[in-house]
Protein backbone atom coordinates (compact mmCIF):
# COMPACT_ATOMS: atom_id res chain seq x y z
CA UNK A 1 0.00 0.00 0.00
CA UNK A 2 0.81 3.37 -0.64
CA UNK A 3 -0.63 6.43 1.53
CA UNK A 4 -0.91 9.54 -0.19
CA UNK A 5 -1.33 13.43 1.03
CA UNK A 6 -1.69 16.22 -0.94
CA UNK A 7 -1.47 19.42 0.42
CA UNK A 8 -1.30 23.16 -0.76
CA UNK A 9 -4.48 24.16 -2.30
CA UNK A 10 -6.22 27.07 -1.84
CA UNK A 11 -7.79 30.37 -3.08
CA UNK A 12 -5.86 32.48 -5.79
CA UNK A 13 -6.09 35.20 -7.79
CA UNK A 14 -6.23 34.68 -12.12
CA UNK A 15 -2.37 35.21 -12.97
CA UNK A 16 -1.05 33.48 -9.37
CA UNK A 17 0.99 30.87 -8.31
CA UNK A 18 0.68 27.82 -5.80
CA UNK A 19 2.54 24.98 -5.29
CA UNK A 20 0.83 21.55 -4.51
CA UNK A 21 3.00 18.67 -2.59
CA UNK A 22 1.97 15.22 -2.42
CA UNK A 23 3.69 13.14 0.93
CA UNK A 24 3.88 9.52 0.51
CA UNK A 25 4.14 6.48 2.91
CA UNK A 26 4.10 2.92 2.67
CA UNK A 27 6.22 1.07 -0.13
CA UNK A 28 9.30 2.58 -1.97
CA UNK A 29 8.24 5.85 -3.66
CA UNK A 30 11.17 5.52 -6.14
CA UNK A 31 9.67 2.49 -7.29
CA UNK A 32 6.84 5.04 -9.00
CA UNK A 33 5.88 6.94 -11.24
CA UNK A 34 3.55 9.96 -9.56
CA UNK A 35 0.86 12.08 -11.18
CA UNK A 36 -1.46 14.39 -11.11
CA UNK A 37 -5.01 14.46 -12.03
CA UNK A 38 -7.82 17.56 -11.89
CA UNK A 39 -11.46 17.25 -11.03
CA UNK A 40 -13.73 20.03 -11.64
CA UNK A 41 -17.04 20.42 -10.75
CA UNK A 42 -19.53 18.24 -13.19
CA UNK A 43 -16.40 17.49 -14.38
CA UNK A 44 -15.02 13.92 -14.95
CA UNK A 45 -11.46 13.55 -13.72
CA UNK A 46 -8.76 14.82 -16.20
CA UNK A 47 -4.92 14.53 -16.59
CA UNK A 48 -2.49 17.22 -15.81
CA UNK A 49 0.91 15.84 -15.32
CA UNK A 50 2.98 13.02 -14.55
CA UNK A 51 6.47 12.00 -13.50
CA UNK A 52 8.91 8.57 -14.43
CA UNK A 53 11.34 7.31 -11.65
CA UNK A 54 13.75 8.84 -13.53
CA UNK A 55 12.14 11.83 -13.75
CA UNK A 56 10.94 12.19 -17.19
CA UNK A 57 7.47 14.59 -17.22
CA UNK A 58 4.68 14.66 -19.32
CA UNK A 59 1.95 17.45 -18.92
CA UNK A 60 -1.74 17.73 -20.78
CA UNK A 61 -1.58 20.43 -23.41
CA UNK A 62 -4.17 22.88 -21.17
CA UNK A 63 -1.32 23.03 -18.50
CA UNK A 64 2.08 22.98 -20.75
CA UNK A 65 4.27 25.64 -19.91
CA UNK A 66 2.42 26.89 -16.86
CA UNK A 67 2.83 23.64 -14.22
CA UNK A 68 5.88 21.77 -13.67
CA UNK A 69 5.65 18.52 -11.96
CA UNK A 70 8.91 17.84 -9.82
CA UNK A 71 9.72 14.74 -7.26
CA UNK A 72 12.15 14.35 -4.22
CA UNK A 73 13.13 10.97 -3.85
CA UNK A 74 14.63 11.52 -0.56
CA UNK A 75 11.68 13.26 0.81
CA UNK A 76 9.29 10.81 -0.76
CA UNK A 77 7.52 13.95 -2.15
CA UNK A 78 6.26 14.95 -5.38
CA UNK A 79 5.48 18.74 -6.31
CA UNK A 80 3.03 20.44 -8.83
CA UNK A 81 4.46 23.99 -9.32
CA UNK A 82 0.94 26.18 -10.96
CA UNK A 83 1.98 29.40 -12.22
CA UNK A 84 0.00 31.99 -14.81
CA UNK A 85 -3.67 29.88 -12.65
CA UNK A 86 -6.65 30.66 -15.10
CA UNK A 87 -10.06 29.89 -13.48
CA UNK A 88 -10.32 26.82 -15.30
CA UNK A 89 -7.73 25.56 -13.61
CA UNK A 90 -10.55 25.30 -10.41
CA UNK A 91 -10.65 21.81 -9.99
CA UNK A 92 -10.25 19.38 -7.00
CA UNK A 93 -6.46 17.86 -7.38
CA UNK A 94 -5.46 14.55 -7.06
CA UNK A 95 -2.11 12.83 -6.43
CA UNK A 96 -1.61 9.14 -7.80
CA UNK A 97 0.74 6.69 -7.50
CA UNK A 98 1.35 3.78 -10.12
CA UNK A 99 4.44 1.64 -10.16
CA UNK A 100 6.87 2.21 -12.82
CA UNK A 101 8.49 -1.38 -14.22
CA UNK A 102 10.64 0.13 -17.02
CA UNK A 103 11.47 3.08 -14.91
CA UNK A 104 10.75 5.79 -17.94
CA UNK A 105 6.72 5.05 -17.87
CA UNK A 106 4.72 7.90 -18.66
CA UNK A 107 1.57 7.24 -17.63
CA UNK A 108 -1.47 9.26 -18.61
CA UNK A 109 -4.52 6.72 -18.40
CA UNK A 110 -5.95 7.02 -14.62
CA UNK A 111 -6.18 3.08 -15.02
CA UNK A 112 -2.51 3.24 -15.26
CA UNK A 113 -2.39 4.25 -11.43
CA UNK A 114 -3.12 2.03 -8.22
CA UNK A 115 -3.24 4.19 -5.41
CA UNK A 116 -4.58 7.85 -4.83
CA UNK A 117 -5.17 10.34 -2.42
CA UNK A 118 -7.94 12.30 -1.59
CA UNK A 119 -7.13 15.25 -2.79
CA UNK A 120 -6.72 19.34 -2.46
CA UNK A 121 -8.90 22.28 -3.36
CA UNK A 122 -7.76 24.89 -5.57
CA UNK A 123 -9.86 27.74 -6.61
CA UNK A 124 -9.13 30.51 -9.08
CA UNK A 125 -10.70 33.83 -9.07
CA UNK A 126 -11.57 35.90 -12.20
Known amino acids: QVQLVESGGGLVQAGGSLRLSCAASGRTFSNYAMGWFRQAPGKEREFVATISRNGNSYYADSVKGRFTISRDNAKNSVYLQMNSLKPEDTADYFC????????????????????WGQGTQVTVSS
Open 96 to 115: TAGYDYSGFSIYIDNRQYDY
